[in-house]
């Protein structure tokens, strides 16, 4: 099996081989958090020949009788080799009931350097955080991001690939599939079920399902819109759909616990107040988005450019935030290690009244943190406004920072 290679994920791993600590690699299924795994197995085996690896997927068949942690610990009895570096893998290991008591036993012993993948933020905030606290570290897999996306499905960087990856998105199997014509949307389509049915509706025990899908569909329509949970309740009612403000709240909740959606919250640039009303919610992928709601390039473009913006930040690591400097909006502040970057997108800055916008939000900024603006396919203007830089989403989607 070939596997195509993620620098991007596998080299924040790297280092942290061999360390006591267990490395803990989350995101939505299918995004490829078990081909970082196998590309992490790879290297340890051609860094250390004698590596004993223990290799579990719990989503195979294989596993099936393993249910709890003592069905889990009893497994491992007897696979580890004294004389040998021993490595433990195990993927989707929320599977496991009670999962943290094995890793626990496992890393007080110190018999073994061990890692897992999860689809489900709950792992964290719960099983994980109470009882390995300051003992495990957390590496987000995302969906492809442009530049792999062009990687996987070998095409070259210039707008009619942009618009492929703003239609179909970046999960990974799609590059054994192709991107002719609706086949791409019946695999995402299954895709957004299984997410649906077993991540988010089993796993929350939601019981309307009905008004979770509805959910859905208004945060695919509203991606990058200002979303109050209360407004959400006034709107549905107006659909005779009688749903309580904290209810949409707990079935947002689940919806972010899968990463099949982000909540982005307001901050306020230049303080630390964050605010509590009014959100923005982007998708992990654009392609499911599209899956679910239709791909209309003319109507829907600002907002998926939007939302790969959003991505891409956080793919490069950034914790992103919207930002709120008195009544004016930033798109997006994102942040890593205290390094700041300012963004706002627009289909164009041709016009007047746009580009003063634009540029006029990000100048009332008080400090040197990078300032962009990116556009779709203007003719670039370069760092001409005040060291704001203006960019295109190719560049910018193609760019590290």
């Known amino acids: 099996m070939k596997l195509i290679q993620r620098p991007l994920y596998t080299e924040r791993v790297i280092p942290f081989i061999n360390k006591q600590v267990i490395k803990v690699l989350t995101g939505q299924r299918r995004v ?4 970082v795994m196998l590309q992490l197995m790879e290297h340890i085996r051609n860094t250390d020949q004698k590596a004993n690896i223990i290799y579990i997927n719990m989503e195979l068949d ?24 021993n490595y433990f893998f195990i993927d989707e290991v929320q599977e496991v009931q009670e999962f943290e008591r094995t890793l626990r036993s ?14 489900n933020a709950n792992m964290l905030s719960g099983e994980l955080a109470t009882f390995l606290s300051g ?17 996987f499905h070998q095409l070259d960087k210039k ?12 999960m990974p199997f799609l590059s054994n599939i192709g991107l002719q014509e609706d086949l791409p949307y019946e695999y995402l389509r299954n895709v957004y079920s299984t997410i649906l049915l077993k991540d988010v509706v089993a796993r929350e025990n939601i019981r309307n399902v009905s008004f979770l899908e509805n959910l859905v569909t208004y945060l695919a329509d509203n991606t990058g819109s200002l979303f109050s949970a209360s407004n959400i309740s006034k709107y549905l009612k107006s659909q005779r759909v009688d749903i ?15 990463f099949f959606v982000h909540k982005v919250v307001r901050s306020e640039i230049g303080g630390l107040k964050i605010f509590e009303i009014g959100e923005k919610y982007y998708f992990e992928d654009l392609g499911l988005r599209n899956a679910i709601v239709g791909f209309n390039q003319r109507a829907d473009i600002h907002k ?4 790969a913006v959003f991505l891409h930040l956080k793919q490069q690591n950034y914790k992103v935030f919207v930002g709120k400097l008195g009544d004016k909006e930033i798109d ?20 007047e009244s746009t580009a003063n916008r634009e540029f006029g939000n990000l100048l009332k900024i008080e400090d040197n943190y990078p300032k962009y603006v990116i556009t779709l396919n203007d003719v670039l203007i370069g760092q001409d406004n005040n060291g704001i830089i203006q960019q295109n989403l190719i560049d910018f989607l193609t760019s590290e920072f």
Do not use: W
């Open 62 to 85: 294989n596993y099936i009788h393993i249910k709890t942690h003592t069905d889990l610990s009893a497994y491992l009895e007897g696979k580890f080799i004294e004389d040998k570096n």
């Open 304 to 307: 998926l450019m939007e939302n």
């Open 332 to 351: 997006f502040v994102a942040d890593k290690n205290g390094a700041k970057i300012y963004v706002q997108v627009c289909l164009t800055v041709m016009d």
């Open 244 to 258: 309580s403000p904290q209810l949409t709240i707990n079935y947002l909740r689940a919806l972010c616990n899968t």
């Open 159 to 170: 707008f009619e690939s942009l618009i492929l990856y703003l239609r179909y998105g970046g």
């Open 32 to 35: 490829g958090k078990s081909y």
């Open 135 to 151: 003992r495990y570290l957390v590496f987000n897999i995302h969906s492809l991001s442009y530049q792999e996306f062009l990687q």
């Open 106 to 119: 496992l890393l007080a012993k110190g018999i073994c350097d061990i890692y897992c993948t999860g689809s």
